[in-house]
């Protein structure tokens, strides 16, 4: 099934305005990626408040290296430029805010159960319906989200070694797949939530970052595996998150290490 297209105008007028983060809604046909095109462009100086969508990405990027296909319009691809003025260790907090957006507005849309496996996958049940990659480009962080609407099974790319299978909108039986209403609702979660936490420091507790990213969790409480850069695995109980967004996972031992990164496979 193959949606309607973004329309720049439409979603202009719907989340931009006065004292808004959001200043522009771009929409291009075809590019790359969209995190590498506003990289590019946070490194040239422009300011906060960007958002590029595109119909569909030819080089689009997931998180630790993987890519990110999906058929023309079948999905929703966009990234947002953000420079915000937290310490920059509370920085891993961005991707998992943009994670609780996206989780927020799909639920609020569609009466879809999603939820976040730590950092940032939305699932629907044990399927991955949308995935996020934050970027630094100096001061700058882009954050791309790509949101599986009206995919089919045939178009979905199998999962990897230990990863999750993918599913979308359409699949799952939403009520609605119209796009631009989602990427709005998004767009506007976001803003919310990134403006609250930007305000306190990147304090998550504060800005209620933390509560409510860890009510949407799937990952918290569970037995987990966490496959390690460099090849080392930790089995464990994903126990909590510390303040900097890191999943602290109790051993054997007694002790909560903390993860900053890794893939995280849930254990039954």
Not at 47 to 55: H, I, K, M, S, T
């Amino acid at each position: 099934m193959t949606e309607a297209p973004l329309d720049a105008a439409t979603l202009n007028a719907a989340v931009v305005r006065p004292g808004a983060l959001w200043r522009a809604v771009e929409v291009t046909e075809v590019t790359g990626s969209t995190n590498a095109d506003l990289l590019a462009r946070a490194a040239a100086g422009e300011p906060e408040g960007l958002v590029l969508a595109a119909e569909q990405q030819r080089a689009g990027r997931g998180r630790l290296g993987r890519t990110w296909t999906a058929p023309p319009r079948a999905a929703l691809t966009f990234s947002v430029l953000l420079r915000p003025t937290v310490p920059r260790a509370r920085l891993g907090w961005l991707p998992l805010l943009a994670g609780v957006a996206v989780a927020a507005a799909v639920r609020a849309a569609t009466g879809l159960d999603a939820r976040l496996k730590w950092p940032n996958d939305v699932l629907v049940g044990t399927a991955k319906l949308a995935g996020i990659l934050a970027e630094a480009a100096g001061e700058a962080v882009v954050v791309g989200i790509g949101l599986n609407v009206s995919t089919e099974p045939a178009d979905l790319p199998p999962p990897g070694p230990g990863g999750l299978p993918a599913t979308s909108l359409a699949i799952e039986g939403a009520p609605t797949t119209d796009r631009a209403a989602l990427l709005a609702a998004m767009l506007a979660g976001l803003e919310r939530r990134y403006r609250a936490w930007d305000q306190v420091f990147g304090d998550s507790e504060r800005a209620g970052l933390r509560a409510e990213y860890a009510s949407l969790c799937a990952t918290l409480g569970r037995r987990v595996r966490v496959e390690l850069p460099g090849g080392r695995v930790l089995d464990g109980v994903a126990a909590d998150l510390d303040a900097d967004g890191r999943l602290l996972v109790s051993i054997p031992s007694g002790a909560d290490l903390p993860v900053a990164a890794g893939d995280i496979v849930h254990l039954r």
